[in-house]
């Protein structure tokens, strides 16, 4: 068709058939939506059932008392009220921040450390990697369990072993002051495999004219990994960041098979307390509360970090 | 084009159709047309338990046979607090659940089990009931919510073994917790083993305090002007967290793993580490059966050491009916309570039959003694009729039976006991992880939080 017989004005008598084109186009068209809201129904419906509703019902909850046979009851802002004046909530709080702090300080690194390390390894690279993804394919029981054995005050790996060089013995989870490193130091084992790999593959991208042409300015190890690998790794070393803070926040396993949140609460998270208020006390509307203020903290904490580092992941 | 249209949209059609079927329920409900209903019941014990799997088949099989209309599903499920809340919302719980004696005034406080008083007191024995057995299992106006089984008061469990190795008598078990602090500094310096140990996570801390400030002679709730408040932070509950102190530090008696739940501490006395912890004499089946205790002649329970208090607490599992059962449900579920956990603690023919099928299996545990769910009378009765069939070494078991007479048998706080615990563990968890726990100001915040919660939870 040229452009000609485009621009023409169409007479009377060819205004017909192409008026019924364009109605059969539009009726085909409808047919193709209708076809593909029909294929994103199930996932709709999936979706809505199992994460959009519970979302939506566990804000409702927040405002409720229930015991989840009878009706329930709308009681306001009670529960926000209860939790906020929990002594406990504040412990929970600021247990998790030193938790998502020390993992920051430990946890976060290290994958970094051991994948730059791993990427100059020639020979047996297999063999590393899959050494560092093994934990990540234990279950967390199996996981937190032999790692008790590890943290035994009295017969456990650690004090035998430090033990040998006149260290000891520790109290590991035993003691306030040590629960919560503890409890760092497994999942910075259990979870690191994962980021090593995304951090190897992540390196495997970059060019390597871009080493070479530092090498040849004169640039030593450091200065290479610090102008050239890091700045490349930035949107990766990012997204990881705001992965591993979210997640952190939400620590529960560890806390919960480990120490039960103690000694003295030196391990209670907000998760933990979440727990406790719904499956221990029953205050479904208090967990649901808890939850809610978790909730929004984080989409806060998310927004404003993805808006200061918008620019510094673009580069 | 057009035909591929329709066929893609017949396509998404199916797929939709696919996922509400995979979404809709596959319950088939617990009822059926013919009038006849199917009663789902907690308490079938697991497929490893080869004698007690028996014994439940043939009591349900016996059931049926009395209950024409009834059909019994046997769960190996129990309560599970994570899973609890989400299948009673909805609806799919059991209609019968089996829960410890921790949680049944809690489930009664929150409108989650139903009353079975009526069903229960159409039964001819209701009223032959021991009355000490129920309490923990109603409510304050009298309606009852459950039938318990094999109902125990707490005492010492201790390795005989060890207190042999340690220069001791095991047939002399301590009865005071003077001696038990003598004892378990002669079991530590002489073995190396952990002494004596206390429980101290998941709320169990908590409950070990109640169980030594009753038998200190102290009370951990106390009810003033209708309100509960806390009635802890006095003589009884201090002297018994400095005698603990004492224990951990100065005699380094308690062992070096401080947190623990009764799971922890079952695990390594059936391994032989541990000298003595307070618990009941069914923990003989958790550690023989669950973790492999062998040389179950080392068992020895003995009765709650006393301070003062001549008093121990007492404990069970408990049947209840969850609040979702409808009511033609609920009354089958009554029976079957009746039939299964309250009549062989009556009827000697059925005891002796249940412990002649449990006895089949070298691996069970028969006889190990509990308390009188009717009067001691009975109780006798029901341990003549099972004595065939005891394949435990009952001698072992005489210092507990033989002086649990002489104590006040006291049920758990009547409010809120968990979340009294929660705050008690941290106590216990205090003096067993800080040498320089202060024992006095531990109770004061401890007393202040627990009073807090108590009232904002009676308002």
Redesign the interface.
């Known amino acids: 068709m040229s452009l000609l017989t485009q621009n023409r004005p169409p007479t009377a008598s060819r205004r017909r058939p192409l008026a019924g084109l364009a109605a059969r186009r539009r009726g ?1 068209e409808t ?2 939506q ?6 994103l ?2 996932a709709l ?2 979706f809505g ?1 199992f994460a959009w509703w519970p979302i939506v019902r566990g804000f409702t909850l927040a405002f409720q008392r229930t ?4 009706p329930a009851q709308w009681v306001g802002f009670d529960n926000f009220r ?1 939790v906020l ?1 929990d ?1 406990l909530a504040a412990t929970a709080v600021k247990n998790t921040a030193i938790y998502v702090g020390l993992a920051l300080a430990i946890g976060f690194p290290a994958p970094l450390i051991l994948a730059s390390v791993m990427s100059t390894v020639r020979r047996g690279a297999g063999l590393y990697r899959f050494l560092v993804y093994l934990p990540v394919v234990i279950p967390p029981t199996v996981a937190i369990l032999l790692w008790k054995w590890f943290y ?4 456990g790996l650690f004090n035998s072993l430090l033990g040998k060089v006149g260290l000891g ?1 520790y ?1 590991w ?4 002051h040590t629960a919560l490193a503890s409890l760092v130091l497994e999942s910075t084992w259990a979870g690191m495999g994962g980021a090593v790999l995304i951090y190897l593959a992540a390196m495997a991208g970059i060019p390597g004219e871009l080493y070479e042409a530092a090498e040849m300015d004169g640039s030593g190890v450091w200065r290479r990994i610090w102008h050239v690998m890091l700045p490349q790794l930035r949107p990766v070393i990012g997204l990881l960041l705001l992965v591993q803070l979210i997640s952190t926040i939400q620590v529960f396993t560890e806390p919960y098979l480990f ?7 030196a391990t209670m998270t907000v998760l933990l307390l979440i727990f ?1 208020y ?5 205050e ?1 509307g208090q967990a649901a509360a808890l939850t809610t203020l978790m909730v929004l903290t984080l989409a806060v904490l998310s927004a404003v970090y993805l808006r200061a580092t918008r620019s510094w992941s673009r580069t | 084009m057009v035909r591929i249209s329709w066929f893609v949209l017949i396509a998404g059609c199916v797929a939709t159709a696919l996922t509400a079927a995979g979404c809709s329920s596959s319950a088939s409900g617990s009822g059926s047309g013919s009038g006849s209903i199917t009663l789902h019941v907690q308490g079938m014990p697991p497929a490893t338990d080869r004698a007690g799997t028996a014994q439940f088949q043939q009591m349900v099989a016996d059931f049926e046979k009395a209950n024409p209309g009834i059909k019994v599903q046997g769960s190996t499920n129990v309560y599970d607090p994570m899973t609890f809340s989400a299948k009673l919302a909805a609806r799919t719980v059991e209609d019968v659940i089996k829960v410890p004696l921790t949680e049944p005034q809690r489930l009664i406080a929150q409108g989650q089990v139903r009353s079975i008083t009526g069903q229960l007191q159409a039964w001819d024995h209701y009223k032959e009931f021991n009355p000490q057995i129920l309490a923990p299992l109603s409510d304050a106006g009298g309606q009852v919510y459950g039938v318990p089984q094999n109902p125990y008061a707490q005492g010492l469990m201790y390795n005989r073994a060890l207190f042999t190795a340690a220069g001791l008598d095991p047939d002399k078990p301590p009865t005071t917790w003077d001696q038990v602090r003598t004892d378990a500094a002669a079991i530590a310096k002489k073995t190396g083993k952990a002494g004596f140990v206390a429980e101290s996570k998941d709320n169990q801390g908590g409950w070990q305090l109640t169980m030594m400030t009753y038998a200190f002679g102290g009370d951990i709730e106390d009810k003033t002007g209708g309100k509960y408040v806390s009635a802890f932070d006095d003589a009884p509950t201090k002297d018994a967290l400095n005698l603990l102190k004492s224990m951990r530090w100065s005699d380094n008696s308690m062992g070096a793993s401080q947190l623990n739940n009764q799971t922890d501490v079952v695990k390594a006395f059936a391994a032989g580490q541990i000298g003595m912890f307070l618990g009941s004499p069914g923990t003989y089946r958790l550690a023989k059966m669950t973790y492999g205790m062998t040389d179950t002649a080392s068992f020895g329970a003995a009765a709650m050491p006393q301070a003062g208090g001549g008093a121990t607490l007492t404990g069970s599992d408990v049947y209840m009916v969850p609040k979702s059962v409808d009511a033609k449900h609920a009354d089958a579920a009554a029976k079957w309570l009746i039939f299964a956990y309250a009549l062989p603690a009556y009827d000697t023919t059925a005891a002796a039959e249940q412990a002649k099928t449990l006895a089949a299996d070298p691996k069970a545990a028969v006889g190990v003694p509990t308390l009188p769910v009717f009067d001691a009378a009975r109780q006798a009765q029901i341990a003549d009729a099972v004595k065939p069939y005891v394949n435990v070494d009952l001698s072992h078991f005489t210092p507990y039976s033989s002086s649990l007479a002489a104590l006040k048998l006291r049920p758990e706080p009547e409010f809120e006991a968990q979340k009294v615990y929660a705050v008690l563990d941290t106590v216990m968890q205090a003096v067993l992880t800080d040498k320089g726990a202060d024992v006095d100001s531990l109770l004061a915040a401890a007393h202040k939080s627990v009073d807090a919660t108590l009232s904002a939870d009676q308002k």
């Open positions: 085909l047919r193709r209708i076809a593909g809201w029909l294929f129904l199930p419906v999936i059932l015991n989840l046979v009878d209860a004046d002594p035994d005050p009295g017969s013995p109290p989870l035993d003691s306030p120490t039960g949140g103690g000694p003295q609460n406790r719904a499956f221990q006390n029953g479904y």
